[in-house]
């Protein structure tokens, strides 16, 4: 009969995309304070919380589903949701609390997914910024946003404000009601002073819907 483990000596070789699906979820497990033994609960911890439909829809999806794609490497609904709980409790250890705003200022990585998830579970307003622009640019945003937190990797381009150049893990509660701001989006300032736009719940879980609506979606499809 064939054992269930091999040693170093007699291991079947890895392929180059085993290889790298191994590096992506080590450096998965990193982003989301994970650890080889650490059991994901099957609600991620959310359920402790959140009871807004827009994360009652996240949390029906079983945690064993794949959720997201990175780099070669799937991440399912339950790793997300612990990324998440787990980047509101370091939020909350950064001195953020529900309702304070956090500008995200990140280009596309696991730190951005789980910087979003760690404000919507803390129940902090999320400020995204684009990650091109200048502090000419960024300038008259910050004095409007006037957030808790900068989360980027380009600290200089924020004088005077609290930075922080990776997200890390914790654990905190969330707390925030249905009718709160859960974005403050900010529109481009091409032709004057760029204005910040709130985005209730409500509203999210309403355009989502009519997404879903207008674009056939379903859960067995997968989009870029």
Aim: aromatic fraction near 6%.
């Amino acid at each position: 009969m064939a054992t269930a483990t091999a040693t170093a000596a007699h291991a079947p070789p890895t392929t180059r995309n085993q290889r790298k699906s191994r590096r992506g979820r080590e450096g998965f497990a990193i982003a989301a304070g994970l650890t080889q033994d650490t059991a994901i609960p099957a609600d991620g911890g959310y359920g402790r919380a959140v009871r807004h439909p827009f994360f009652e829809a996240f949390l029906s999806h079983p945690a064993s589903r794949v959720a997201l794609t990175w780099d070669g490497v799937d991440l399912t609904f339950g790793e997300l949701r612990t990324m998440g709980e787990r980047a509101a409790g370091w939020l909350r250890l950064r001195g953020v609390e529900p309702g304070d705003r956090v500008c995200i200022h990140l280009e596309n990585s696991l730190d951005l997914v789980a910087a979003h998830l760690g404000c919507m579970a803390l129940g902090a307003i999320r400020v995204p910024l684009n990650a091109h622009y200048r502090r000419v640019e960024l300038a008259p945003i910050l004095e409007d946003a006037q957030p808790r937190l900068v989360i980027t990797r380009t600290p200089t381009l924020f004088p005077g404000e609290a930075v922080a150049t990776e997200v890390g893990a914790g654990s905190a509660q969330g707390d925030w009601s249905e009718d709160g701001v859960t974005a403050l989006l900010f529109t481009s300032g091409t032709t004057g002073r760029a204005k910040g736009v709130p985005q209730t719940w409500d509203m999210w879980t309403h355009n989502l819907r009519a997404l879903e609506a207008r674009w056939s979606l379903s859960p067995d499809e997968r989009h870029i």
